[in-house]
């Protein structure tokens, strides 16, 4: 079964540094997003992508971050500054959202846990 | 912004029984909603949807509801099993390719 994956599973960075997350989404998919989860806190929306471009971005995704699709496959999110409020687990999802029964359904991968010290 | 709320962060139920886990929104403008199910340390794993022109999907032993005029959604498991302890999300969005908004979570612990 098509999954979304994400590399690494675990970041560690020291606080000013640029991380760079990775995620492949399912390859039929059109919609790419980006959200994490604080510990101890729910998940939070932070950036839509669709069509080589931002859909959509909340509060959170300041000009400290950029998403882009390098390739065909791959989805990144770079954080240019980290700050130690960024830890948090990131999740990457796709969606196919082709208008039909279900296809809004977003999928999500494993996550990569961002450790800033 | 509590627009997805959980209000139960905990339930148990025996093995066998059913899990009855429940949702409320607030914006009127979401007309999308899922359950997901995660373990610690790994993502949320899509379970079951519902669009706001249903009130009712079933799948397996999922079965979610919608009631709209009071904007509360429930997710029912039966026969709950000892696999389908994990914390469950309720999320929403308001149009095509929009985004989640999730809740807090309900960690569901069945016993056995």
């Known amino acids: 079964e098509p999954e979304v994956t994400q590399t690494p599973s675990h970041q560690v960075t020291q606080m000013g540094q640029e991380v760079i997350l990775r995620c492949v989404p399912i390859?039929?998919?059109?919609?790419f997003y980006w959200y994490r989860q604080i510990l101890g806190q729910k998940v939070e929306f932070l950036v839509s992508?669709?069509?080589?471009?931002?859909?959509?971005k909340s509060e959170i995704f300041d000009d400290q971050f950029s998403v882009e699709r390098p390739d065909g496959s791959n989805f990144t999110l770079k954080i240019r500054s980290t700050k130690l409020e960024d830890s948090a687990m990131y999740f990457c999802a796709s969606s196919i959202t082709s208008g039909g029964h279900g296809t809004d359904t977003q999928y999500f991968g494993p996550g990569t846990r961002l450790t800033v010290l | 912004d509590q627009q997805v709320k959980q209000n139960s962060p905990s339930l148990s139920v025996q093995e066998g029984r059913i899990s009855i886990l429940n949702c409320d929104y607030t914006?009127?403008?979401?007309?999308?909603f899922l359950w997901y199910k995660k373990y610690p340390a790994e993502g949320p794993t899509f379970l079951i949807s519902i669009s706001s022109i249903k009130d009712k999907n079933e799948d397996g032993r999922f079965t979610v509801f919608l009631n709209k005029s009071a904007k509360h959604l429930s997710l029912h498991i039966v026969p709950s099993q000892p696999g389908d302890s994990a914390v469950y999300f309720c999320a929403a969005n308001t149009g095509t390719a929009s985004k989640l908004t999730f809740g807090t979570g309900t960690r569901l612990q069945v016993t056995l």
């Open positions: 992508f669709y069509n080589n471009e931002i859909s959509e």
């Open positions: 390859s039929n998919h059109l919609y």
């Open positions: 914006n009127s403008m979401f007309d999308y």
